[in-house]
């Protein structure tokens, strides 16, 4: 599995973009970049993923460098229930393999 | 549509007692999963299941047992509770096809052992 480097923790205002970067450097042809958030005392939520193109959703958008060794997770106008842990993963199948993520605190 | 769904919410238990944690899915999902998240770290994948009767070792299986006599349900046994085990265990599902891993998580038990 790609191993992926995040901060430990960000912080952002209310009403602004929040931008989370992730490195993955060993990222291999086929294996898609995956960002869950995990909100205290719930369990984790499906975010968005990408595989070579910038991808939107409802939620986030995520822009994916050229070369795919890094990945920006952004949360267009962040609210105080954004405030949550923010994992990147790159996994092709099977279970996910969570690391410690992003704490990002949203202060208003 | 209730997603995926795991009771307890809690549970205490002594050392050496047993007891099961119920999951359930109403999606039709084929692949189901187990993780423990120990306090401020990630999730480690304990045991999946690809479909009924297929059951596979994740990274940390020692001290649980699983089963999947259904599509829909997936326990999780632990026979002799010890404080190692003392966390937080999640489970989760996801529709087949192959690439793609998006996965549902449940709300969580949260399991303390003494």
């Known amino acids: 599995d790609a191993k992926t480097t995040q901060p430990t923790s960000m912080d952002c205002a209310e009403g602004r973009a929040a931008n989370l970067p992730c490195n993955h450097s060993?990222?291999?042809?086929?294996?898609?970049v995956y960002w869950y958030r995990q909100i205290h005392s719930q369990g984790p939520q499906y975010i968005i993923h990408?595989?070579?193109n910038n991808e939107t959703n409802e939620m986030a958008s995520l822009i994916i460098t050229e070369d795919r060794k890094s990945s920006t997770l952004i949360l267009p106008h962040a609210t105080l229930r954004d405030t949550a842990v923010y994992y990147c993963?790159?996994?092709?199948?099977?279970?996910?393999?969570f690391g410690k993520g992003t704490h990002l605190i949203i202060q208003p | 549509n209730a997603g995926v769904t795991q009771t307890p919410k809690f549970r205490i238990l002594k050392i050496g007692q047993s007891m099961t944690l119920q999951c359930t899915q109403d999606?039709?999902?084929?692949?189901m999963y187990w993780y423990r998240q120990d306090p401020g770290m990630g999730l480690k994948l304990i045991y999946y299941?690809?479909?009924?009767?297929?059951?596979d070792k994740g990274e940390v299986p020692n001290g649980y047992n699983v089963s999947r006599s259904t599509t829909e349900d997936f326990p999780l046994r632990l026979e002799l509770a010890a404080p190692s085990q003392t966390s937080v265990y999640f489970c989760?599902?996801?529709?087949?096809?192959?690439?793609?891993?998006?996965?549902?998580f449940g709300a969580g038990t949260r399991l303390s052992v003494l």
């Open positions: 989760a599902s996801r529709p087949p096809g192959t690439g793609v891993n998006i996965q549902y």
């Open positions: 060993t990222i291999s042809g086929n294996e898609y």
């Open positions: 990408g595989l070579k």
């Open positions: 993963i790159v996994r092709g199948a099977d279970g996910l393999t």
């Open positions: 999606m039709n999902h084929n692949y």
């Open positions: 299941s690809v479909g009924a009767g297929i059951t």
